[in-house]
């Protein structure tokens, strides 16, 4: 079976960090209302276990992320000052945010720094060279530190410069949170306890033609929602209504079909859905078989005979990978597909991991992520994981025994 990661990384826990100058890589890309606060600081708080770890040790700690996306240039609302202050409240010690993550005063500010100290850089994005994964940056973001560290799982499946090209100068370590990451799900995608269900839905095919590819030969039952379902429907030959089925995809699909019969997987599709004229707030909602979708109505949810026999199979597994909503549960009318996989993990004597960003968000605003085993804070990396694809960030890290 092809591994997830070839080789086992080195930690902060493997090298001396003891009053060290540390870069560290963390994953800030938190989201933000229209108002511009931190919506959900879930990802700063997972970041804080490395953090504290370099700080006991009398490391200085140089922290840099990006936020969102800005095209290469200073925006003034996507400035990191507000995590910086964020990250303050929760270690209850000052961390400065700089002007720049780059040039003399950055350079001048980590030259003043004392064992124990943190300093946050600039959002990084706010130079085109680290999407660009330009040498010359990455040069410069090494020349701060003596040793750098990745704990920006989320944003490690980028071959961008502060994840790909400065560890190119240092060494290079996992931070406690990309571990964890990485270990959750590789122990999944190569030590489950079976049974080992996988719940794939979301939006489209296409966007987990890969993960569910590489997840059919390793679980032993594959449920399916979410508007992907269309697809796998229409494959089977039933109608579909106006709902949106990848007609380019019905080849590949039947090809999963195909593996998941040949191999003994099950794969089970929702026998029933909730259907709507529109995937709008309001519209009118009707539970009808999975075989008879009118014509004028597309599929926004699982029906609750789907969700009974989901959760039916799902107590009886004990590993459970997650990724895709059931339905549109942006929309309170299409959340309850979604809501009873998420309450039936949550009460799962196993091993459950969730991936992706919308599935995360679902979970945690249903309040059940911390009866989870793992939730992730990376959604393309960790489709990348799923996938079984190697993430270019972990593949540069420095090798156990390398020296
Ligand atoms: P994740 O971010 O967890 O990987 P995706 O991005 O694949 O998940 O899918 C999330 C999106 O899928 C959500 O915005 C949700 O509204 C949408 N979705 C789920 N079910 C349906 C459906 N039946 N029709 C259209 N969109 C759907
Ligand atoms: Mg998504």
Redesign the pocket.
Known sequence: MQSVITRRKKTIRDIDVRGKRVLVRADFNVPLNEDGAIADDTRIRASLPTIRYLCERDARVILCSHLDRPKGVVEERLRLALVANRLSLLLDRPVAALQDCIGPEVESAVAAMSGGDIVLLENLRFHPEEKADDPAFAEQLAGLAEIYVNDAFGASHRAHASVVGVPGHLPAVAGLLLEKEVEAFTHILQRPERPFAAVI????VS??LEVLENIISRVDLLLI??????TFLAARGYGTGG??VETDRLDAVRTLEATAADRGVRLLLPRD?IVAER?EPGSAVQVVPAAEIPEDR????IGPGAADEFCRELSRCRTVVW?????????PE?AEG?RRIAAALANLDGTTVI????????VVRFGLADRMTHVSTG?GA??TMLAGRPLPGVEVLDDVGEV
């Open positions: 839905g979301g939006a489209k966007d987990k929602g979410g508007g992907m379902a269309a709902s949106r859905v995937l597309v599929i926004a949810d990724n895709g909503p059931m339905g549109v549960f942006e929309v299409f979604t991936g992706g960003g919308s599935t995360t968000d679902a959604g960790a489709l």
